[in-house]
T-cell receptor, first 116, second 112 residues
Framework: EAGVTQFPSHSVIEKGQTVTLRCDPISGHDNLYWYRRVMGKEIKFLLHFVKESKQDESGMPNNRFLAERTGGTYSTLKVQPAELEDSGVYFC??????????????FGQGTRLTVV | AQSVTQLGSHVSVSEGALVLLRCNYSSSVPPYLFWYVQYPNQGLQLLLKYTTGATLVKGINGFEAEFKKSETSFHLTKPSAHMSDAAEYFCAVSGGAQKLVFGQGTRLTINP
């Protein structure tokens, strides 16, 4: 069974440009999450999809970030326009439908974004 | 609200020595607690989790952790370190919603 796949693995863009990150969750997982780790800091929650609906987007930093999950399969996270402080590693995770909080989230390898 | 504090951003032990990575949490609801590991150039992998029941939890690769409610701790241990244990370890708590709150991570180095 394939795991959570993210691409690109690395992206270097100039300030003001647009970048789109993609995440393919494990097949059959209704829940999809985006997290981000800024250099030296903790991994922070960005948002949570249940199928194609945004369940919780409380962690999205500002309106330069747009996440979509059309059809409830893969998801994209677009940053437009990118700023220097957006640099970091963006993780995607997925989990099966859960009836309790002890769910296991499976993480991808992350996309390392560098804004110069 | 939930928060996690990992004591020590870097821990170094000798091969064969005890590994102890410290994690303290704060949670307004009964916590579910997790330890994840990230090996170089890989994603986060779940080591173990505590939900309910037995407070001593065993995970993969010989790791275990004990939930101590009175101390609000969930420290990770392994009796004998291997070179392959070198990685970054993250403690996380799940609160009322389906999202994880992570600590800052502890980078474990194993000395030969």
């Amino acid at each position: 069974e394939a795991g959570v796949t993210q691409f690109p693995s690395h992206s270097v863009i100039e300030k003001g440009q647009t970048v789109t990150l993609r995440c393919d969750p494990i097949s059959g997982h209704d829940n999809l999450y985006w997290y981000r780790r800024v250099m030296g800091k903790e991994i922070k929650f960005l948002l949570h999809f249940v199928k194609e609906s945004k369940q919780d987007e409380s962690g999205m930093p500002n309106n330069r970030f747009l996440a979509e999950r059309t059809g409830g399969t893969y998801s994209t996270l677009k940053v437009q326009p990118a700023e220097l402080e957006d640099s970091g590693v963006y993780f995607c995770a997925s989990s099966q439908a859960a009836k309790f909080r002890g769910f296991e989230a499976f993480f991808g390898q992350g996309t390392r974004l560098t804004v110069v | 609200a939930q928060s996690v504090t990992q004591l020590g951003s870097h821990v170094s032990v000798s091969e064969g020595a005890l590994v102890l990575l410290r994690c303290n949490y704060s949670s307004s609801v009964p916590p579910y607690l997790f330890w994840y590991v990230q090996y170089p150039n890989q994603g986060l992998q779940l080591l173990l989790k505590y939900t309910t029941g037995a407070t001593l939890v065993k995970g993969i690769n010989g790791f275990e952790a004990e939930f101590k409610k009175s101390e609000t701790s969930f420290h990770l241990t392994k009796p004998s370190a291997h070179m392959s244990d070198a990685a970054e370890y993250f403690c996380a708590v799940s609160g009322g919603a389906q999202k994880l709150v992570f600590g800052q991570g502890t980078r474990l180095t194993i000395n030969p």
